[in-house]
T-cell receptor
Framework: NAGVTQTPKFRVLKTGQSMTLLCAQD?????MYWYRQDPGMGLRLIHY???????AKGEVPDGYNVSRLKKQNFLLGLESAAPSQTSVYFC????????????FGEGSWLTVV | GQSLEQPSEVTAVEGAIVQINCTYQ??????LSWYQQHDGGAPTFLSY????GLEETGRFSSFLSRSDSYGYLLLQELQMKDSASYFC????????????FGTGTRLQVFP
């Protein structure tokens, strides 16, 4: 019973490098979200998706891109990483059959040097 | 835009009762939910209010008043393990499917 799985869990990038974070859920959820959380701060919505093939901007979308080619996967891309993108990234999902519970992945710690 | 404001920190002693408030600026949302997050961990779901009033789940209760744009989380019989950050969140506000979180409240429980 995996729930929401994020990979990788830890990554160090050099400024200007690109990378992709993968979020996979096995609950057939329609809605998926990507957040960043800086130390001592709340969760800020980067992008979200309401279904396969759809994406939409959240509160802090600049510098990030996303794709939802398959219902179970939601990818977050950094095309040219910057030190300001050093953060913990959380993926979350929910669906019409999960009630109102939001399920989170364990987080991905990203450091850009 | 949507915003949810919470006190930054609350302290209490074991066995006490504490209330964490959430005031919001949004409209048309599906409901107000609450999450707990321990240091280094992921948020976990605690409670949800679709309608105005009180919802009780064990030691935790949550309240919503849409007319006052206000909600709160009530934690009873506090335990040391309740020391964590607590976030309120709304989904569906402003005619979107965004899930927006509050600023967060750090609860410290002392013996």
């Amino acid at each position: 019973n995996a729930g929401v799985t994020q990979t990788p869990k830890f990554r160090v990038l050099k400024t200007g490098q690109s990378m992709t974070l993968l979020c996979a859920q096995d609950m057939n959820h329609e809605y998926m979200y990507w957040y960043r959380q800086d130390p001592g701060m709340g969760l800020r919505l980067i992008h979200y998706s309401v279904g396969e093939g759809t994406t939409a901007k959240g509160e802090v979308p600049d510098g990030y891109n996303v794709s939802r080619l398959k219902k179970q996967n939601f990818l977050l891309g950094l095309e040219s990483a910057a030190p300001s993108q050093t953060s913990v990234y959380f993926c979350a999902s929910t669906g019409t059959l999960s009630g109102n519970t939001i399920y989170f992945g364990e987080g991905s710690w990203l450091t850009v040097v | 835009g949507q915003s949810l404001e919470q006190p930054s920190e609350v302290t209490a002693v074991e066995g006490a009762i504490v209330q964490i408030n959430c005031t919001y600026q949004t409209s048309g949302f599906y409901g107000l939910s609450w999450y707990q997050q321990h240091d280094g961990g992921a948020p976990t779901f605690l409670s949800y209010n679709a309608l105005d009033g009180l919802e009780e789940t064990g030691r935790f209760s949550s309240f919503l008043s849409r007319s006052d744009s206000y909600g709160y989380l009530l934690l009873q019989e506090l335990q040391m393990k309740d020391s964590a950050s607590y976030f309120c969140a709304v989904r569906g506000g402003d005619n979107t499917d965004k899930l927006i979180f509050g600023t967060g409240t750090r609860l410290q429980v002392f013996p």
